[in-house]
């Protein structure tokens, strides 16, 4: 059974700058500490078709997820698509300017295929969730404090 999870932030800051920390792989390093390390696996860096490993710290312990953009529509929205753990991951970032600033929606798709993923997919609701909120969190603040900067 497929779980959704789906975050909403209003970031004020432009629409532009929100897009590029979400759409621009090369920045996920800076805009989340959380992340460790970008490597692309496609020589596309950018758009659709750009393919990478993420590792990132989850929950004190190295994670490693291989993405793909499959989707880009500038200042609008981007996707995203791993399959990690016999679930497909599905997630479409979206952006819109809203009360002077930009809101950002996410929403994560999970499709476990797997007879262990489906088990446990629902059990891990409550963290995925978590970990979802945290880099919303993150990305507002770092969005924020760049369009003081600037």
Known sequence: MAQQYSVTRQIQAPIELVFSSISEVRRFEEVNEDVLSIEFLSEQQSGVGTRFKETRN????????????????????????S????TIWDTVMSVAEKDGGTELRMVMDARPYKL??????????????KAVVADMDKLKTRCEQEATDS
């Open 58 to 81: 989850m929950n004190g312990r190295r994670s490693t997820t291989t993405l793909e953009l499959t989707e880009y529509v500038n200042n609008k929205h981007v996707r995203f698509v």
């Open 116 to 129: 262990m993923a489906r088990i446990v997919t629902p059990f891990i609701k409550g963290m995925v969730t």
């Open 83 to 86: 399959d990690a753990g016999g």
